[in-house]
């Protein structure tokens, strides 16, 4: 068979540890046997970010904006422990903060489900997709601790200098907190457009809920910059695609959630996100499984595994041990990011390999083959648990079946 042809470059992004292990077996056995893969590679694995000051990551999320699909792997954010580990000229910032700045994206993690693997919600039958809001709110507040007697103030200055004040709390008999927030209706605005572009993309509903009945000006901005955009540029597109946008309150959307059967994506602010995600993943089965996708305003996508770089399972592997790390999650970073590259240079050949490659991975863990994360929670009769290598050559035993 010959080779599958790639007319424009896919951003590589490489990483560390167990992942970056992963990566390059996932190379070798399941795609350059079958692709002529044409991809524009920055390594942005540790000692290559301090090599380079950080430099690389810049570099990569640039040439993501320019060919418009990347695919990432899991990555160190650098802490203390790292410092000494990597002998670092700095403690580097979050690869992934630094390209969803650039990108001013939207991450969208979903789940990847499989027979003999249940929720722990077991009515949730399809993937249910977060999508957080990641700008402002209580992650970029300001607070402070207040004195009995003291009055808080929200004050607001405007370019003339002109104050407008609204009071917050008097304190009489008690000590206490405040906390500002702020957010911009610009990014509202960009999480907006990612979400409808990413509802359309994928055929599902998107849900949203705030707490705007309490929260009249704040929250309700969120309620009312996501109507406008919906109303003025997706309905007509929502109403074509067969496809629903909804509004609720978030206890409701919770309740929702929890009854329902999946199949949807769910959009949250920026706090709502950050604990929903790990409600849903956690409910869902294991980390290996989740994957990920950071969707800019303009249309360009950048595809990882949800999970880091398992440092544990690398340690192993460094001495020699075997390890059963789930790959899972990565190869769907690929197949998402090959079928992307497929669909927007009409590359039907490319479109199709990565619909074959998940099914595969798909078909090897419902055959009972899989690694020791999905072992233990697998419900099937008959299941093996292999190794982090071996699990990959059965993947490519049913591959080249399918192919
Ligand atoms: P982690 O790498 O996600 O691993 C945490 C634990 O979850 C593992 O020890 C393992 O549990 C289990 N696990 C995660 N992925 C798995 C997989 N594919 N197969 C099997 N088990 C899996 O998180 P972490 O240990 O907190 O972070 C490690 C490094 O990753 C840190 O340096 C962090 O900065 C980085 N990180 C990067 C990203 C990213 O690039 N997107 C995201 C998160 C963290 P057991 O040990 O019990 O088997
Ligand atoms: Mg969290």
């Known amino acids: 068979m010959a080779k599958i042809q790639m007319n424009t470059p896919l951003v590589e992004m490489d990483g560390d540890e167990m992942t970056r292990v992963i990566w390059q077996m996932i190379k070798d056995k399941l795609l350059t046997p079958y692709i002529e893969l044409n991809t524009e590679y920055y390594d942005l694995g540790l000692v290559h970010r301090n090599e380079t000051n950080d430099q690389v990551t810049v570099d990569s999320a640039n040439a993501t904006k320019k060919y418009g699909v990347a695919v990432k792997c899991a990555t160190i954010t650098p802490n203390a422990q790292r410092m000494t580990e990597y002998d670092l000229k700095e403690m580097w910032k979050s690869p992934n903060g630094t390209i969803r700045a650039i990108l001013d994206g939207t991450v969208f993690r979903a789940p990847i489900i499989v027979k003999g693997i249940t929720p722990l919600l077991p009515g949730w039958k399809k993937p249910i997709t977060i999508a957080r809001h990641a700008y402002g709110d209580v992650y970029k507040n300001t607070e402070m601790k207040v004195k009995d007697g003291c009055k808080a103030e929200l004050v607001v200055t405007d370019k003339d200098g002109n104050e407008t004040r609204q009071l917050i709390h008097e304190f009489k008999g008690s000590d206490g907190v405040i906390q500002g927030q702020h957010n911009i209706d610009a990014s509202i605005a960009s999480f907006a457009r990612a979400c409808f572009n990413f509802a359309l993309d994928t055929k599902q509903d998107i849900w949203f809920a705030t707490k705007d009945t309490i929260s009249k000006k704040y ?91 398992v440092t544990r399972h690398y340690y192993k592997h460094l001495k020699g041990e075997e390890t059963s790390t789930n790959s899972v999650a990565t190869i769907f970073a690929w197949s998402g990011a090959l079928k992307k590259r497929g669909e927007l240079d009409n590359n039907a050949e490319l479109v199709v390999f990565a619909d074959k490659l998940e099914k595969a991975t798909i078909k090897t863990i419902e055959d009972g083959v899989m690694t020791g994360d999905l072992y233990i929670i697998s419900q099937l009769e008959n299941k093996k648990k292999v190794n982090t290598e071996q699990f990959l050559d059965e993947i490519n035993l049913r591959l080249k079946e399918m192919l």
């Open 219 to 309: 929250d309700h901005t969120f309620k009312d910059i996501f109507a406008e955009i919906y109303e003025n540029e997706y309905k007509a597109k929502f109403e074509a695609a067969g496809i629903e946008y909804f509004y609720t309150l978030i206890d409701d959307a919770v309740a929702r959630v929890v009854r329902s059967e999946g199949g949807y994506i769910w959009a949250c602010k920026n706090y709502d996100g950050d604990v929903m995600s790990d409600m849903v993943a956690t409910a869902f089965g294991s980390l290996g499984m989740m994957t990920s996708v950071l969707v800019s305003p303009d249309g360009v996508y950048e595809y990882e595994a949800a999970h880091g770089t």
